[in-house]
């Protein structure tokens, strides 16, 4: 019975079997397209897009349209609501038919395996993700008049679907005719002026244009340091941040490999470690600026040139890598750069901004049996650098400090209890205190205490000075002399307020225990001060 049952389920999966299903004409003649209604178009306008993302996707277009520059202009009060937002390029525009199928979603032409688009449909979603409105002005030969198009969702609303209205040329804005031609003269190329934008989440101009800088200066590393792209947000310059500084003289370049598949395809695998760079003064010579590096460890996935996703660690999107979590290797950076003909390997999502590598040809496995070994040796350097830099000054300048905290940390008497008992012991297992003066020194060290514990803590008679955390490496221990007396002062002074701190302060509201641990604070830190000097 149970053969035949297994016998019965192969035969129906047989016959469920696409492949064995004949389209006929027959088929083929009760076809009826059923164009999306407005219901799906308002679906659409929260599918992961933001102002960033929505912004990159314009800029895609743009570089597919080999512009050089991209200009992104805001209307509105500077501190106030933004009511336009205006992105022009001066790539080779669209005639009548490319503008048209600009706003369709998915639509199909031949591209490049080097070009940034994908699916046919950011352009339009990424506008509906903050625009209710958005017009085209686009010309494909200098001097000539644009031609226009534009969706309304208030249009698509009352017609219940998506569409689109023609523009007259004779209707454009002299402001936008003007804005373009004072950039870019007679030049070929396209205007989008987004309006009705009831989708922001941040509706100031100076808080969108602070995003834009960062992001996209990041996003278009490549671009902008091959100087192929010039992208000015509201006035201002995008800065390339690349996160490998990969052309600063000083950083290790330890990978620079191009992998090919057994089909012919390649990618290229680049490793940096920027351990040398970043405790230098100012930002690199590439525009990073991002000292804290626990932060941006890890792999950055460029699709054809733009950076999609990153840094992304073991497990978010890509498996079998080792060490990368840990602090030692920290400083380790690491690039994929592939073209659109990858896309399935790596697993490019449909707004390009998250990846999930397959292990289909051996993808994974490649890459992590090239950026596996660095870890180690990084982790090495890393340690030697440590132990190395400044060691003897900075634990003579923790037995100053020690000895400052003993000399000047007090604690309160407490009253005694109803049975008539002494003073409690002192916090953190001090000894209880004779004439108001601690009995018990206390000892600081530098310990590895993870990196997301307190900076310095208070462990029995033991001050840990906690080098693993961020805050510390940047101001203790890659600081200059003056910065680090400052830092450990000023964490000494806030352990002296909590040790100082008696019951009498648990009748205290929450704003007046505030108040008072403020000024002991600032009293502990003048008498550290006074003892330390």
């Known amino acids: 019975m149970a053969t035949q049952l297994a016998l019965d389920l192969v035969h129906s999966k047989k016959s469920l079997d696409p492949g064995a299903l004949k389209i006929t004409d027959e088929v083929l003649s009760e076809f009826r397209p059923q164009p ?8 659409q306008r929260n599918m992961g897009y933001n102002i960033k993302t929505a912004t990159s996707e314009h800029i895609d277009n743009a570089s597919d349209a080999r512009c050089n520059r991209v200009n992104i202009i805001f209307r509105g009060e500077l501190r106030s609501r933004v009511k336009e937002i205006i992105i022009m390029d001066d790539g080779f525009g669209m005639d009548f038919e490319t503008l048209l199928n600009s706003f369709e979603f998915g639509a199909v032409r031949e591209r490049q395996t080097y070009e940034c688009g994908k699916f046919g449909q950011g352009g339009s979603l990424g506008s509906l993700s903050y625009a209710a409105r958005k017009e085209t002005w686009t010309r494909d ?3 000539i008049p644009f031609i226009g198009r534009q969706y309304d969702l208030e249009v698509c609303k009352k017609q219940n679907g998506w569409g689109t209205q023609e523009l007259k040329s004779e209707d454009m804005s002299d402001e936008y005719k003007n804005l373009f031609e004072e950039t870019f003269g007679n030049s070929t190329g396209t205007i989008l002026v987004h309006k009705k934008l009831d989708k922001l989440t941040n509706y100031r101009a100076d808080g969108i244009k602070s995003q834009l800088l960062a992001f996209l200066g990041e996003a278009f590393c490549q671009y902008i340091l091959s100087n192929s792209l010039k992208i000015i947000v509201d006035g201002e310059e995008v800065e390339a941040k690349d996160p490998l500084c990969w052309y600063d ?6 990978v620079d490999e191009i992998v090919t598949l057994k089909d012919g395809r390649t990618f290229r695998v680049r490793v940096s470690d920027v351990i040398s760079i970043h405790s230098r003064k100012g930002r690199s010579s590439c525009g990073y600026r991002n000292k804290s590096s626990v932060h ?7 699709r054809s040139h733009r950076l999609i996703a990153g840094p992304v660690l073991n497990g978010d999107g890509i498996n079998g890598l080792k060490n990368i979590h840990s602090a030692h290797t920290q400083f380790v950076r690491v690039a994929i750069e592939f073209n659109s003909d990858m896309d399935h390997e790596m697993g490019v999502s449909a707004q390009k901004n998250n990846i999930d590598v397959k292990r289909e040809n051996n993808v994974q496995e490649l890459i992590t049996n090239l950026i596996n070994p660095v870890y180690p040796r990084a982790a090495i350097r890393y340690k030697s650098r440590k132990n190395n830099k400044s060691s003897n000054q900075r634990q ?15 604690r309160p008497r407490k009253k005694k209890n109803i049975s008539g008992g002494s003073a409690a012991k002192n916090i953190s297992g001090g000894s209880a205190a004779k004439n108001g003066k601690l009995t018990k020194h206390y000892t600081i060290v530098e310990k590895e205490y993870g990196r997301h514990n307190s900076c310095f803590d208070l ?8 080098v693993e955390s961020p805050f510390v490496e940047e101001f203790y221990m890659n600081a200059d002399p003056d910065a680090q007396e400052g830092y450990v002062l000023d964490n000494l002074a806030d352990l002296a307020a909590q040790a100082e701190m008696g019951d009498d302060t648990e009748m205290l509201s929450y704003d007046q225990f505030v108040d008072v641990f403020i000024l002991k604070r600032n009293q502990k830190r003048i008498a550290l001060l006074q003892q330390f000097r």
């Open 249 to 254: 003289p000083d950083v290790l370049r330890l």
């Open 396 to 410: 003579q300048l923790l037995s100053r400090a020690g000895k400052a905290f003993n000399s000047t940390t007090v």
């Open 459 to 466: 462990k029995g008679d033991t001050i840990i000075v906690n």
């Open 296 to 302: 941006a460890q890890g792999l950055y996935f460029f």
């Open 141 to 143: 030969k200098e001097g």
């Open 36 to 43: 999306p209604k407005y219901k799906w178009i308002e679906s």
